[in-house]
Nanobody, 114 residues
Framework: QVQLVESGGGLVQPGGSLRLSCAASGFTFSMYTMKWYRQAPGKERELVATIPSAGAYTNYADSVKGRFTISRDNAKNTVYLQMNSLKPEDTAVYYC???????WGQGTQVIVSS
């Protein structure tokens, strides 16, 4: 059974940092490209970052480029999203996803507010 469990969200002030984690199980993690998405209230789900199976050639949405870093540890079956210089507009529920699969975690809430 595929499981994706996100963690690390919370309330942070503008300019702060958070590190999200997504622990995967039930499939061969190291073979898949992984993605982070986010969905803000009243908005469509947005692709934030992508990392291929070997970890090179990452991609980011323009809105987070230079502030967020996606990484993965295939030995731990975990993908991360380091978020720095957070802005109120980064407030959303963040989800990890397996590329080409409709596999999603429950999400982790990030609130950026003073």
């Amino acid at each position: 059974q595929v499981q994706l469990v996100e963690s690390g969200g919370g309330l942070v002030q503008p300019g702060g940092s958070l590190r999200l984690s997504c622990a995967a199980s039930g499939f061969t993690f190291s073979m898949y490209t992984m993605k982070w998405y986010r969905q803000a209230p009243g908005k469509e789900r947005e692709l934030v970052a992508t990392i291929p199976s070997a970890g090179a050639y990452t991609n980011y949405a323009d809105s987070v480029k230079g502030r967020f870093t996606i990484s993965r540890d295939n030995a731990k079956n975990t993908v991360y999203l380091q978020m720095n210089s957070l802005k109120p507009e980064d407030t959303a529920v963040y989800y990890c996803n397996v590329h080409t699969r409709d596999w999603w975690g429950q999400g982790t809430q990030v609130i950026v507010s003073s």
